[in-house]
């Protein structure tokens, strides 16, 4: 009964093919996140929806774009992948303006070759 | 912007003893939200404590508690009786509480800890 899912958990492509990662939340939460962490472990935030909005989109390169069906999925497709897009990407849910934090998926590690 | 500073990247632990993580945030906001997070091997992000700003009380839970100290903007994270399964790397996120402000989980770069059995 997970709450946060993110298929698949291991993703290897070779650079330039296009993939996705997809989220699903059953725990009614109205915003979802997908955070990217390098190799030294920062986690970084990459997009945020809220209710299929698009709300936050920080200094991604355009070849990633989220999409969102409804408020409990958030997929991320990214296209011509390069060596520089290998790392660990969560999928995150919140509640909005609520203090308990996120539940996160257990992440997706993209490894490009 | 606000950030997020761990200044420890690595620390280890005697099975049984006590060790403090520490964690300092910039922010120019009265009212925020504090987190700690574990992430193990497994690398599942796992919620362990939170504090709201507007509390003088720190926050416990069980072995995990924490010194707020709000003046300061330190955040750390103490644990007691530490175990094998605490081993992990330690994250140190802080969220926005204005309304209409960003909801994003700003994080620290990560203290790694080790048990020593």
């Known amino acids: 009964d997970t709450a946060v899912s993110q298929t698949p958990k291991y993703l290897v492509t070779q650079m330039g093919n296009d993939k996705s990662i997809k989220c699903e939340q059953n725990?009614?939460?109205?915003?979802m996140y997908w955070y990217k962490q390098d190799s030294k472990k920062f986690l970084k935030i990459m997009f945020s929806?809220?209710?299929?909005?698009?709300?936050i989109n920080e200094t991604v390169p355009n070849r990633f774009s989220p999409k969102s069906p409804d408020k409990a999925h958030l997929n991320l497709h990214i296209n011509s992948l390069e060596l520089g897009d290998s790392a660990v990407y969560f999928c995150?849910?919140?509640?909005?303006?609520?203090?308990?934090?996120?539940?996160f998926g257990s992440g997706t590690r993209l490894t490009v070759v | 912007a606000q950030t997020v500073t761990q200044s420890q990247p690595e620390m280890s632990v005697q099975e049984a003893e006590t060790v403090t993580l520490s964690c300092t945030y910039d922010?120019?906001?009265?009212?925020?939200?504090l987190f700690w997070y574990k992430q193990p091997p497994s690398r599942q992000m796992i919620l362990v404590i939170r504090?709201?700003?507007?509390?003088?009380q720190n926050a416990t839970e069980n072995r995990f508690s924490v010194n707020f100290q709000k003046a300061a903007k330190s955040f750390s994270l103490k644990i007691s009786d530490s175990q094998l399964g605490d081993a992990a790397m330690y994250f140190c996120?802080?969220?926005?509480?204005?309304?209409?402000?960003?909801?994003?989980?700003?994080f620290g770069k990560g203290t790694k800890l080790t048990v020593n059995p």
């Open positions: 995150a849910s919140s509640p909005s303006w609520q203090s308990y934090g996120y539940t």
């Open positions: 725990l009614g939460h109205d915003t």
């Open positions: 929806y809220n209710n299929k909005e698009l709300i």
């Open positions: 922010t120019s906001e009265s009212d925020y939200y």
């Open positions: 504090q709201e700003a507007y509390k003088q």
């Open positions: 996120a802080y969220r926005s509480a204005r309304r209409g402000g960003s909801e994003k989980l700003v």
